[in-house]
């Protein structure tokens, strides 16, 4: 969806000032916002029924119908095929990612890469901040970038620094990359419910969130809160969810990790947040290091193949690993005696790789 619906919530019927007024202060101010709310959310929020509630979402939800912006309820499978076939998907800058994702990073669907503390996370969302400004025919997505930083690791530099290396304007592109530094679990979600607001006033394309559940995980700490913190968790995953397909956009997701101790074989390594973010994302890659080089693997996906391939961290961003000797960055080069220890290490991890 490119451009503003020409329609106001107090269009919708039963919605005079006092409601209006309500969803406003509730954080909904498009009928796109009301279309991605939940009942519960509604009544909790704003202190009114569920008929009244149920009756909002309906009647934003039919409107959205009707102009084309949402599915009907009953569709042919040809249809959605062929919506399928305009997807559009924003390059990584790695030929190896973009196979493994068939093509790219999608619109409508929320991707999530987890793994360990530089595993290159961080990294591909970075690299993403300027691959997805570039045009359509580029491979991009011709939009702006809206970057929720809950571990305070965006870095304006390394943006600087991937689109200097890349002959792009240094300017025009952190103009377009706008950051929404967050402090709590609370603020957190609080922008989440925001989101439509800001992806139409800013044009904004490709939404991170790096990471999902940084603050969740500290503040909800012991069993007696986990349940609390699921439900918060459960709600922040669809309502994104639900975003990406309503507004046509791509949503990235980081995730940390955690160590399963009753795991004997194999990598004991899973992603945090259990269930709930599992089944939520569109795709899941896990990303470990390997070496000088990184891998990912395709965990979970409702069409791609399992695989799992290498890619590398450069002073252009993410690249593949022929690039390595041309573009590594100074402050990842190491002498030549450690690289061929590395690239053992590799070796000896790849046929572990291959037992399991």
């Known amino acids: 969806m490119s451009e503003a619906i020409e329609v106001d919530i107090s269009d919708l019927p039963g919605v005079g000032p006092a409601t209006k007024a309500k969803l406003e202060a509730g954080g909904i101010t498009t009928i796109l916002d009301l279309a991605a709310s939940t009942v519960n959310e509604l009544v909790d929020n704003l202190n009114i029924t569920d008929e009244t509630a149920h009756n909002l979402i309906f009647e934003s939800q039919r409107i959205l119908k009707e102009k084309g912006y949402l599915e009907k309820d009953l569709v042919s499978a040809q249809e959605l095929y062929d919506r399928r076939a305009k997807m559009v998907r924003c390059t990584t800058y790695s030929n190896n990612l973009d196979k493994l994702f068939l093509g790219g990073i999608e619109t409508q669907a929320v ?11 961080t990294q ?185 391939t290498n890619f590398v961290i450069t002073e252009g961003g993410i690249g593949d690993p022929d690039e390595t000797k041309k573009t590594i960055p100074s402050w990842k080069k190491v002498p030549e005696k450690a690289v061929r220890k590395a690239a053992s290490s590799k070796e000896s991890d790849d046929d572990k790789d291959s037992e399991e």
């Open 111 to 121: 991707t999530e890469f987890y793994g360990e503390f530089g595993s290159g996370k």
């Open 124 to 308: 591909i969302c970075h690299t993403l901040c300027i691959s997805s400004q570039l045009p359509i025919e580029e491979h991009g997505l011709a939009g702006n970038v809206l970057y929720v930083d809950t571990e305070s690791t965006f870095r304006p530099e390394r943006i600087a620094q991937i689109a200097k290396t890349r002959n792009m304007d240094v300017d025009k592109i952190l103009e377009n990359i706008h950051v929404a530094k967050v402090y709590n679990a609370s603020h957190l979600e609080l922008i989440v419910k925001a989101l439509g607001g800001l992806i139409q006033q800013n044009n904004i394309k490709l939404v991170v969130v790096d990471s999902i559940i940084s603050l969740h995980r500290a503040e909800f700490v012991g069993r007696g809160t986990l349940s609390e913190r699921q439900q918060k968790l459960n709600a922040i995953m669809h309502r994104l969810k639900r975003i990406a397909e309503i507004y046509n956009i791509a949503i990235v997701i980081t995730n940390q990790v955690q160590a399963s101790p009753d795991t004997f074989f194999g990598d004991p390594t899973k992603a945090a947040g259990g269930n709930i973010i599992g089944h939520a994302s569109t795709y899941r890659v896990y990303l470990r290091k390997a070496g000088q080089e990184r891998k990912a693997i395709m965990i979970d996906s409702p069409c791609h193949p399992y695989g799992d």
